[in-house]
C-alpha cells in the first residue's frame, strides 16, 4: 500500500513530526511546548489523513496523544483502516516509533472494523516488544464478534508459551465473554487443571464483576457444579483472588461461608496475599486473626506477613515489633522467622537477639544466627568479624558463615540494595 493511494504528500511539519518520532528523548522533546486540548473527535475524524494521524503520533505529550487517539478513533468509521494499516506497518519496519499505548489503540481500532485481519497480523507481525498487548487487544475484539469462528485459530496461539500465550488466553475469555455467546465456560472447564484454566478462570472472573458485581460473581461460583471437585475449588480460589480488588467485604463474605468448607481450600490465604499486595497488610493480617486458627491460617499469616515484608520491610518490622513488646499473640507466632529474618537485614546484632528470644531450640537459633551473621558479613564484612571473633559459635557455624556468595544471594543482595534506595527517595520525597 502507497501513500499516493491515499492521495497524501507529506508536509514539512510531518516530516519533522517523524523526525521527532526517529530521534526519540531529544532537544525537539526537551523545548516541547504544552499540548492544546485534544482537537474535537468528530473534526479530526473527518481529516483523518496519513499526516494527520504522523503529526499526532510525533507530538511529545504521551498522555495528549493517547487521550486523542481513544476519542477520535471508535467514532472513526471503517475509512481509515488503510491508513492505520501503513502507520503499523512502518512501526514493524522501524520507519516510525511508536509507545506501546500508541500502537494497541491503533491496531485495537483496526480490530473493530476487521478483527479476523488484524488478529492475524498482530500475532504474526507486530514487533515483539509490542506483540502481547495488541494480541490480546485484536483476538478480544475477534473473539466478542465471532467466538466461534475465531476459536479454531486462537485456541492454537493459546499454547503457545509466555507472554504471548497468555495474552491470547486473557483475550479469548474476555472477548467471548463480552460476546454473550455460550459454550465459554465448557471451554474453561476443558482445559484441565492447568495453569491455563486458573488463568481463564481468573479472567473469567474479573469478567463477571466488570459486567455485573461481585455478588453475581459470588453465585456463579456456589452454583457451579460439584461433579469435579477440582474444578470447582479452583473456581473458588480464582473468585477469592478477583473479589479482593473490586469489594474486600464481599471477599470477606465469601472467605466466611465459604473457606472451611470443602471448596476453600487456600482461598483464605489468596484473600489476605492479594490484600497485603495491594496495599493494606495489616488489615489482611488482623483478618486473619479473626478466622480459625488452623494450619491453613497459620500458614496464610506467615505467608501474608512475608509479603508484605518483602515490600516494605521497616514497616512491617515497626508493626511486629508493637505485636511482639510483650507476650507475642499466638496467632502471630507463624509469622516469628520471617521477622527474624527481617530485623537480622537492618540490625543484625538485633535479629540474634530476637533469634535467641524466639528460638524453641539451641539448633533452631544457630540456623537463625548463621542465616543472619552470612547476610551481615555479605553487606559489612569487617563489622560482623568483629562479632564473629567475640562470638561462641563453632567451627562448623562459622565456616557456613564465612563460604562464598552464591549467585542467588548476590541477586537477591542486589534486589534489596535497590529496595532500600526506593524506599529512601520515598522518605525524602
Known amino acids: 500500500m502507497s501513500r499516493h493511494t491515499h492521495r497524501i504528500t507529506i508536509p514539512l511539519a510531518s516530516a519533522l513530526a517523524a523526525a521527532v518520532l526517529a530521534i526519540g ?21 473527518g481529516d483523518f489523513t496519513y499526516d494527520s494521524l504522523l503529526a499526532l503520533l510525533g507530538n511529545s505529550d504521551a498522555f495528549y496523544r493517547e487521550r486523542t487517539l481513544a476519542e477520535v478513533l471508535p467514532k472513526l468509521g471503517p475509512q481509515g483502516v488503510p491508513i492505520v494499516k501503513e502507520v503499523l506497518e512502518e512501526t514493524s519496519t522501524a520507519k516510525i516509533e511508536l509507545g506501546n499505548a500508541d500502537y494497541e ?38 473473539m466478542k464478534v465471532d467466538p466461534e469462528g475465531a476459536l479454531v485459530t486462537v485456541r492454537l496461539w493459546a499454547k503457545e508459551e509466555g507472554d504471548f500465550g497468555a495474552a491470547t488466553q486473557v483475550g479469548l475469555v474476555r472477548g467471548w465473554y463480552d460476546s454473550g455467546k455460550p459454550g465459554l465456560e465448557t471451554y474453561i472447564h476443558d482445559l484441565g487443571a492447568t495453569f491455563d484454566r486458573q488463568r481463564a478462570l481468573t479472567t473469567y472472573s474479573t469478567s463477571v464483576i466488570r459486567a455485573h458485581d461481585p455478588d453475581t460473581l459470588i453465585r456463579w461460583a456456589e452454583a457451579v457444579p460439584d461433579a469435579d471437585p477440582v474444578y470447582k475449588v479452583e473456581v473458588f480460589r480464582a473468585v477469592g483472588d478477583a473479589l479482593v480488588p473490586f469489594d474486600i467485604e464481599a471477599a470477606q463474605r465469601f472467605c466466611e461461608k465459604n473457606c472451611d468448607g470443602p471448596n476453600g481450600s487456600k482461598v483464605r490465604n489468596r484473600i489476605a496475599m492479594r490484600w497485603a499486595t495491594l496495599g493494606d497488610s495489616p488489615a489482611a493480617l488482623e483478618w486473619l486473626a479473626k478466622g480459625e486458627q488452623d494450619k491453613d491460617t497459620q500458614f496464610s499469616v506467615r505467608r501474608t506477613y512475608a509479603v508484605w515484608g518483602g515490600a516494605h520491610r521497616k514497616s512491617a518490622v515497626e508493626w511486629m515489633k508493637n505485636k511482639v513488646a510483650g507476650d507475642p499473640p499466638k496467632w502471630v507466632e507463624p509469622a516469628l522467622p520471617v521477622y527474624i529474618e527481617l530485623v537480622g537485614r537492618d540490625a543484625p546484632v538485633e535479629g540474634i537477639q530476637v533469634a535467641t528470644r524466639f528460638s524453641t531450640t539451641p539448633e533452631e537459633r544457630e540456623d537463625y544466627v548463621v542465616k543472619i551473621a552470612r547476610h551481615w558479613r555479605q553487606k559489612d564484612e569487617k563489622a560482623a568479624e568483629e562479632w564473629l571473633a567475640n562470638s ?15 549467585e542467588y544471594e548476590g541477586i537477591l543482595l542486589k534486589q534489596e540494595a535497590r529496595q532500600d534506595e526506593i524506599d529512601a527517595s520515598l522518605v525524602h520525597d
Do not use: M
Not at 500475532?123 to 483476538?139: C, D, E, K
Not at 561462641?392 to 556468595?405: G, S, T, V, Y
Open 25 to 45: 528523548c531529544g532537544e525537539a522533546h526537551r523545548d516541547a511546548k504544552p499540548a492544546p486540548p485534544p482537537p474535537d473527535a468528530a473534526a479530526l475524524g
Open 105 to 142: 489503540l491503533l491496531i485495537r481500532y483496526w480490530a473493530l472494523h476487521q478483527p479476523k485481519d488484524a488478529a492475524s497480523y498482530a500475532y504474526g507481525h507486530s514487533p515483539r516488544g509490542y506483540q502481547a498487548g495488541a494480541i490480546l487487544a485484536t483476538v478480544q475484539e475477534w
Open 392 to 406: 561462641k559459635l563453632d567451627a562448623a557455624a562459622l565456616e557456613k558463615i564465612r563460604a562464598p556468595q552464591t
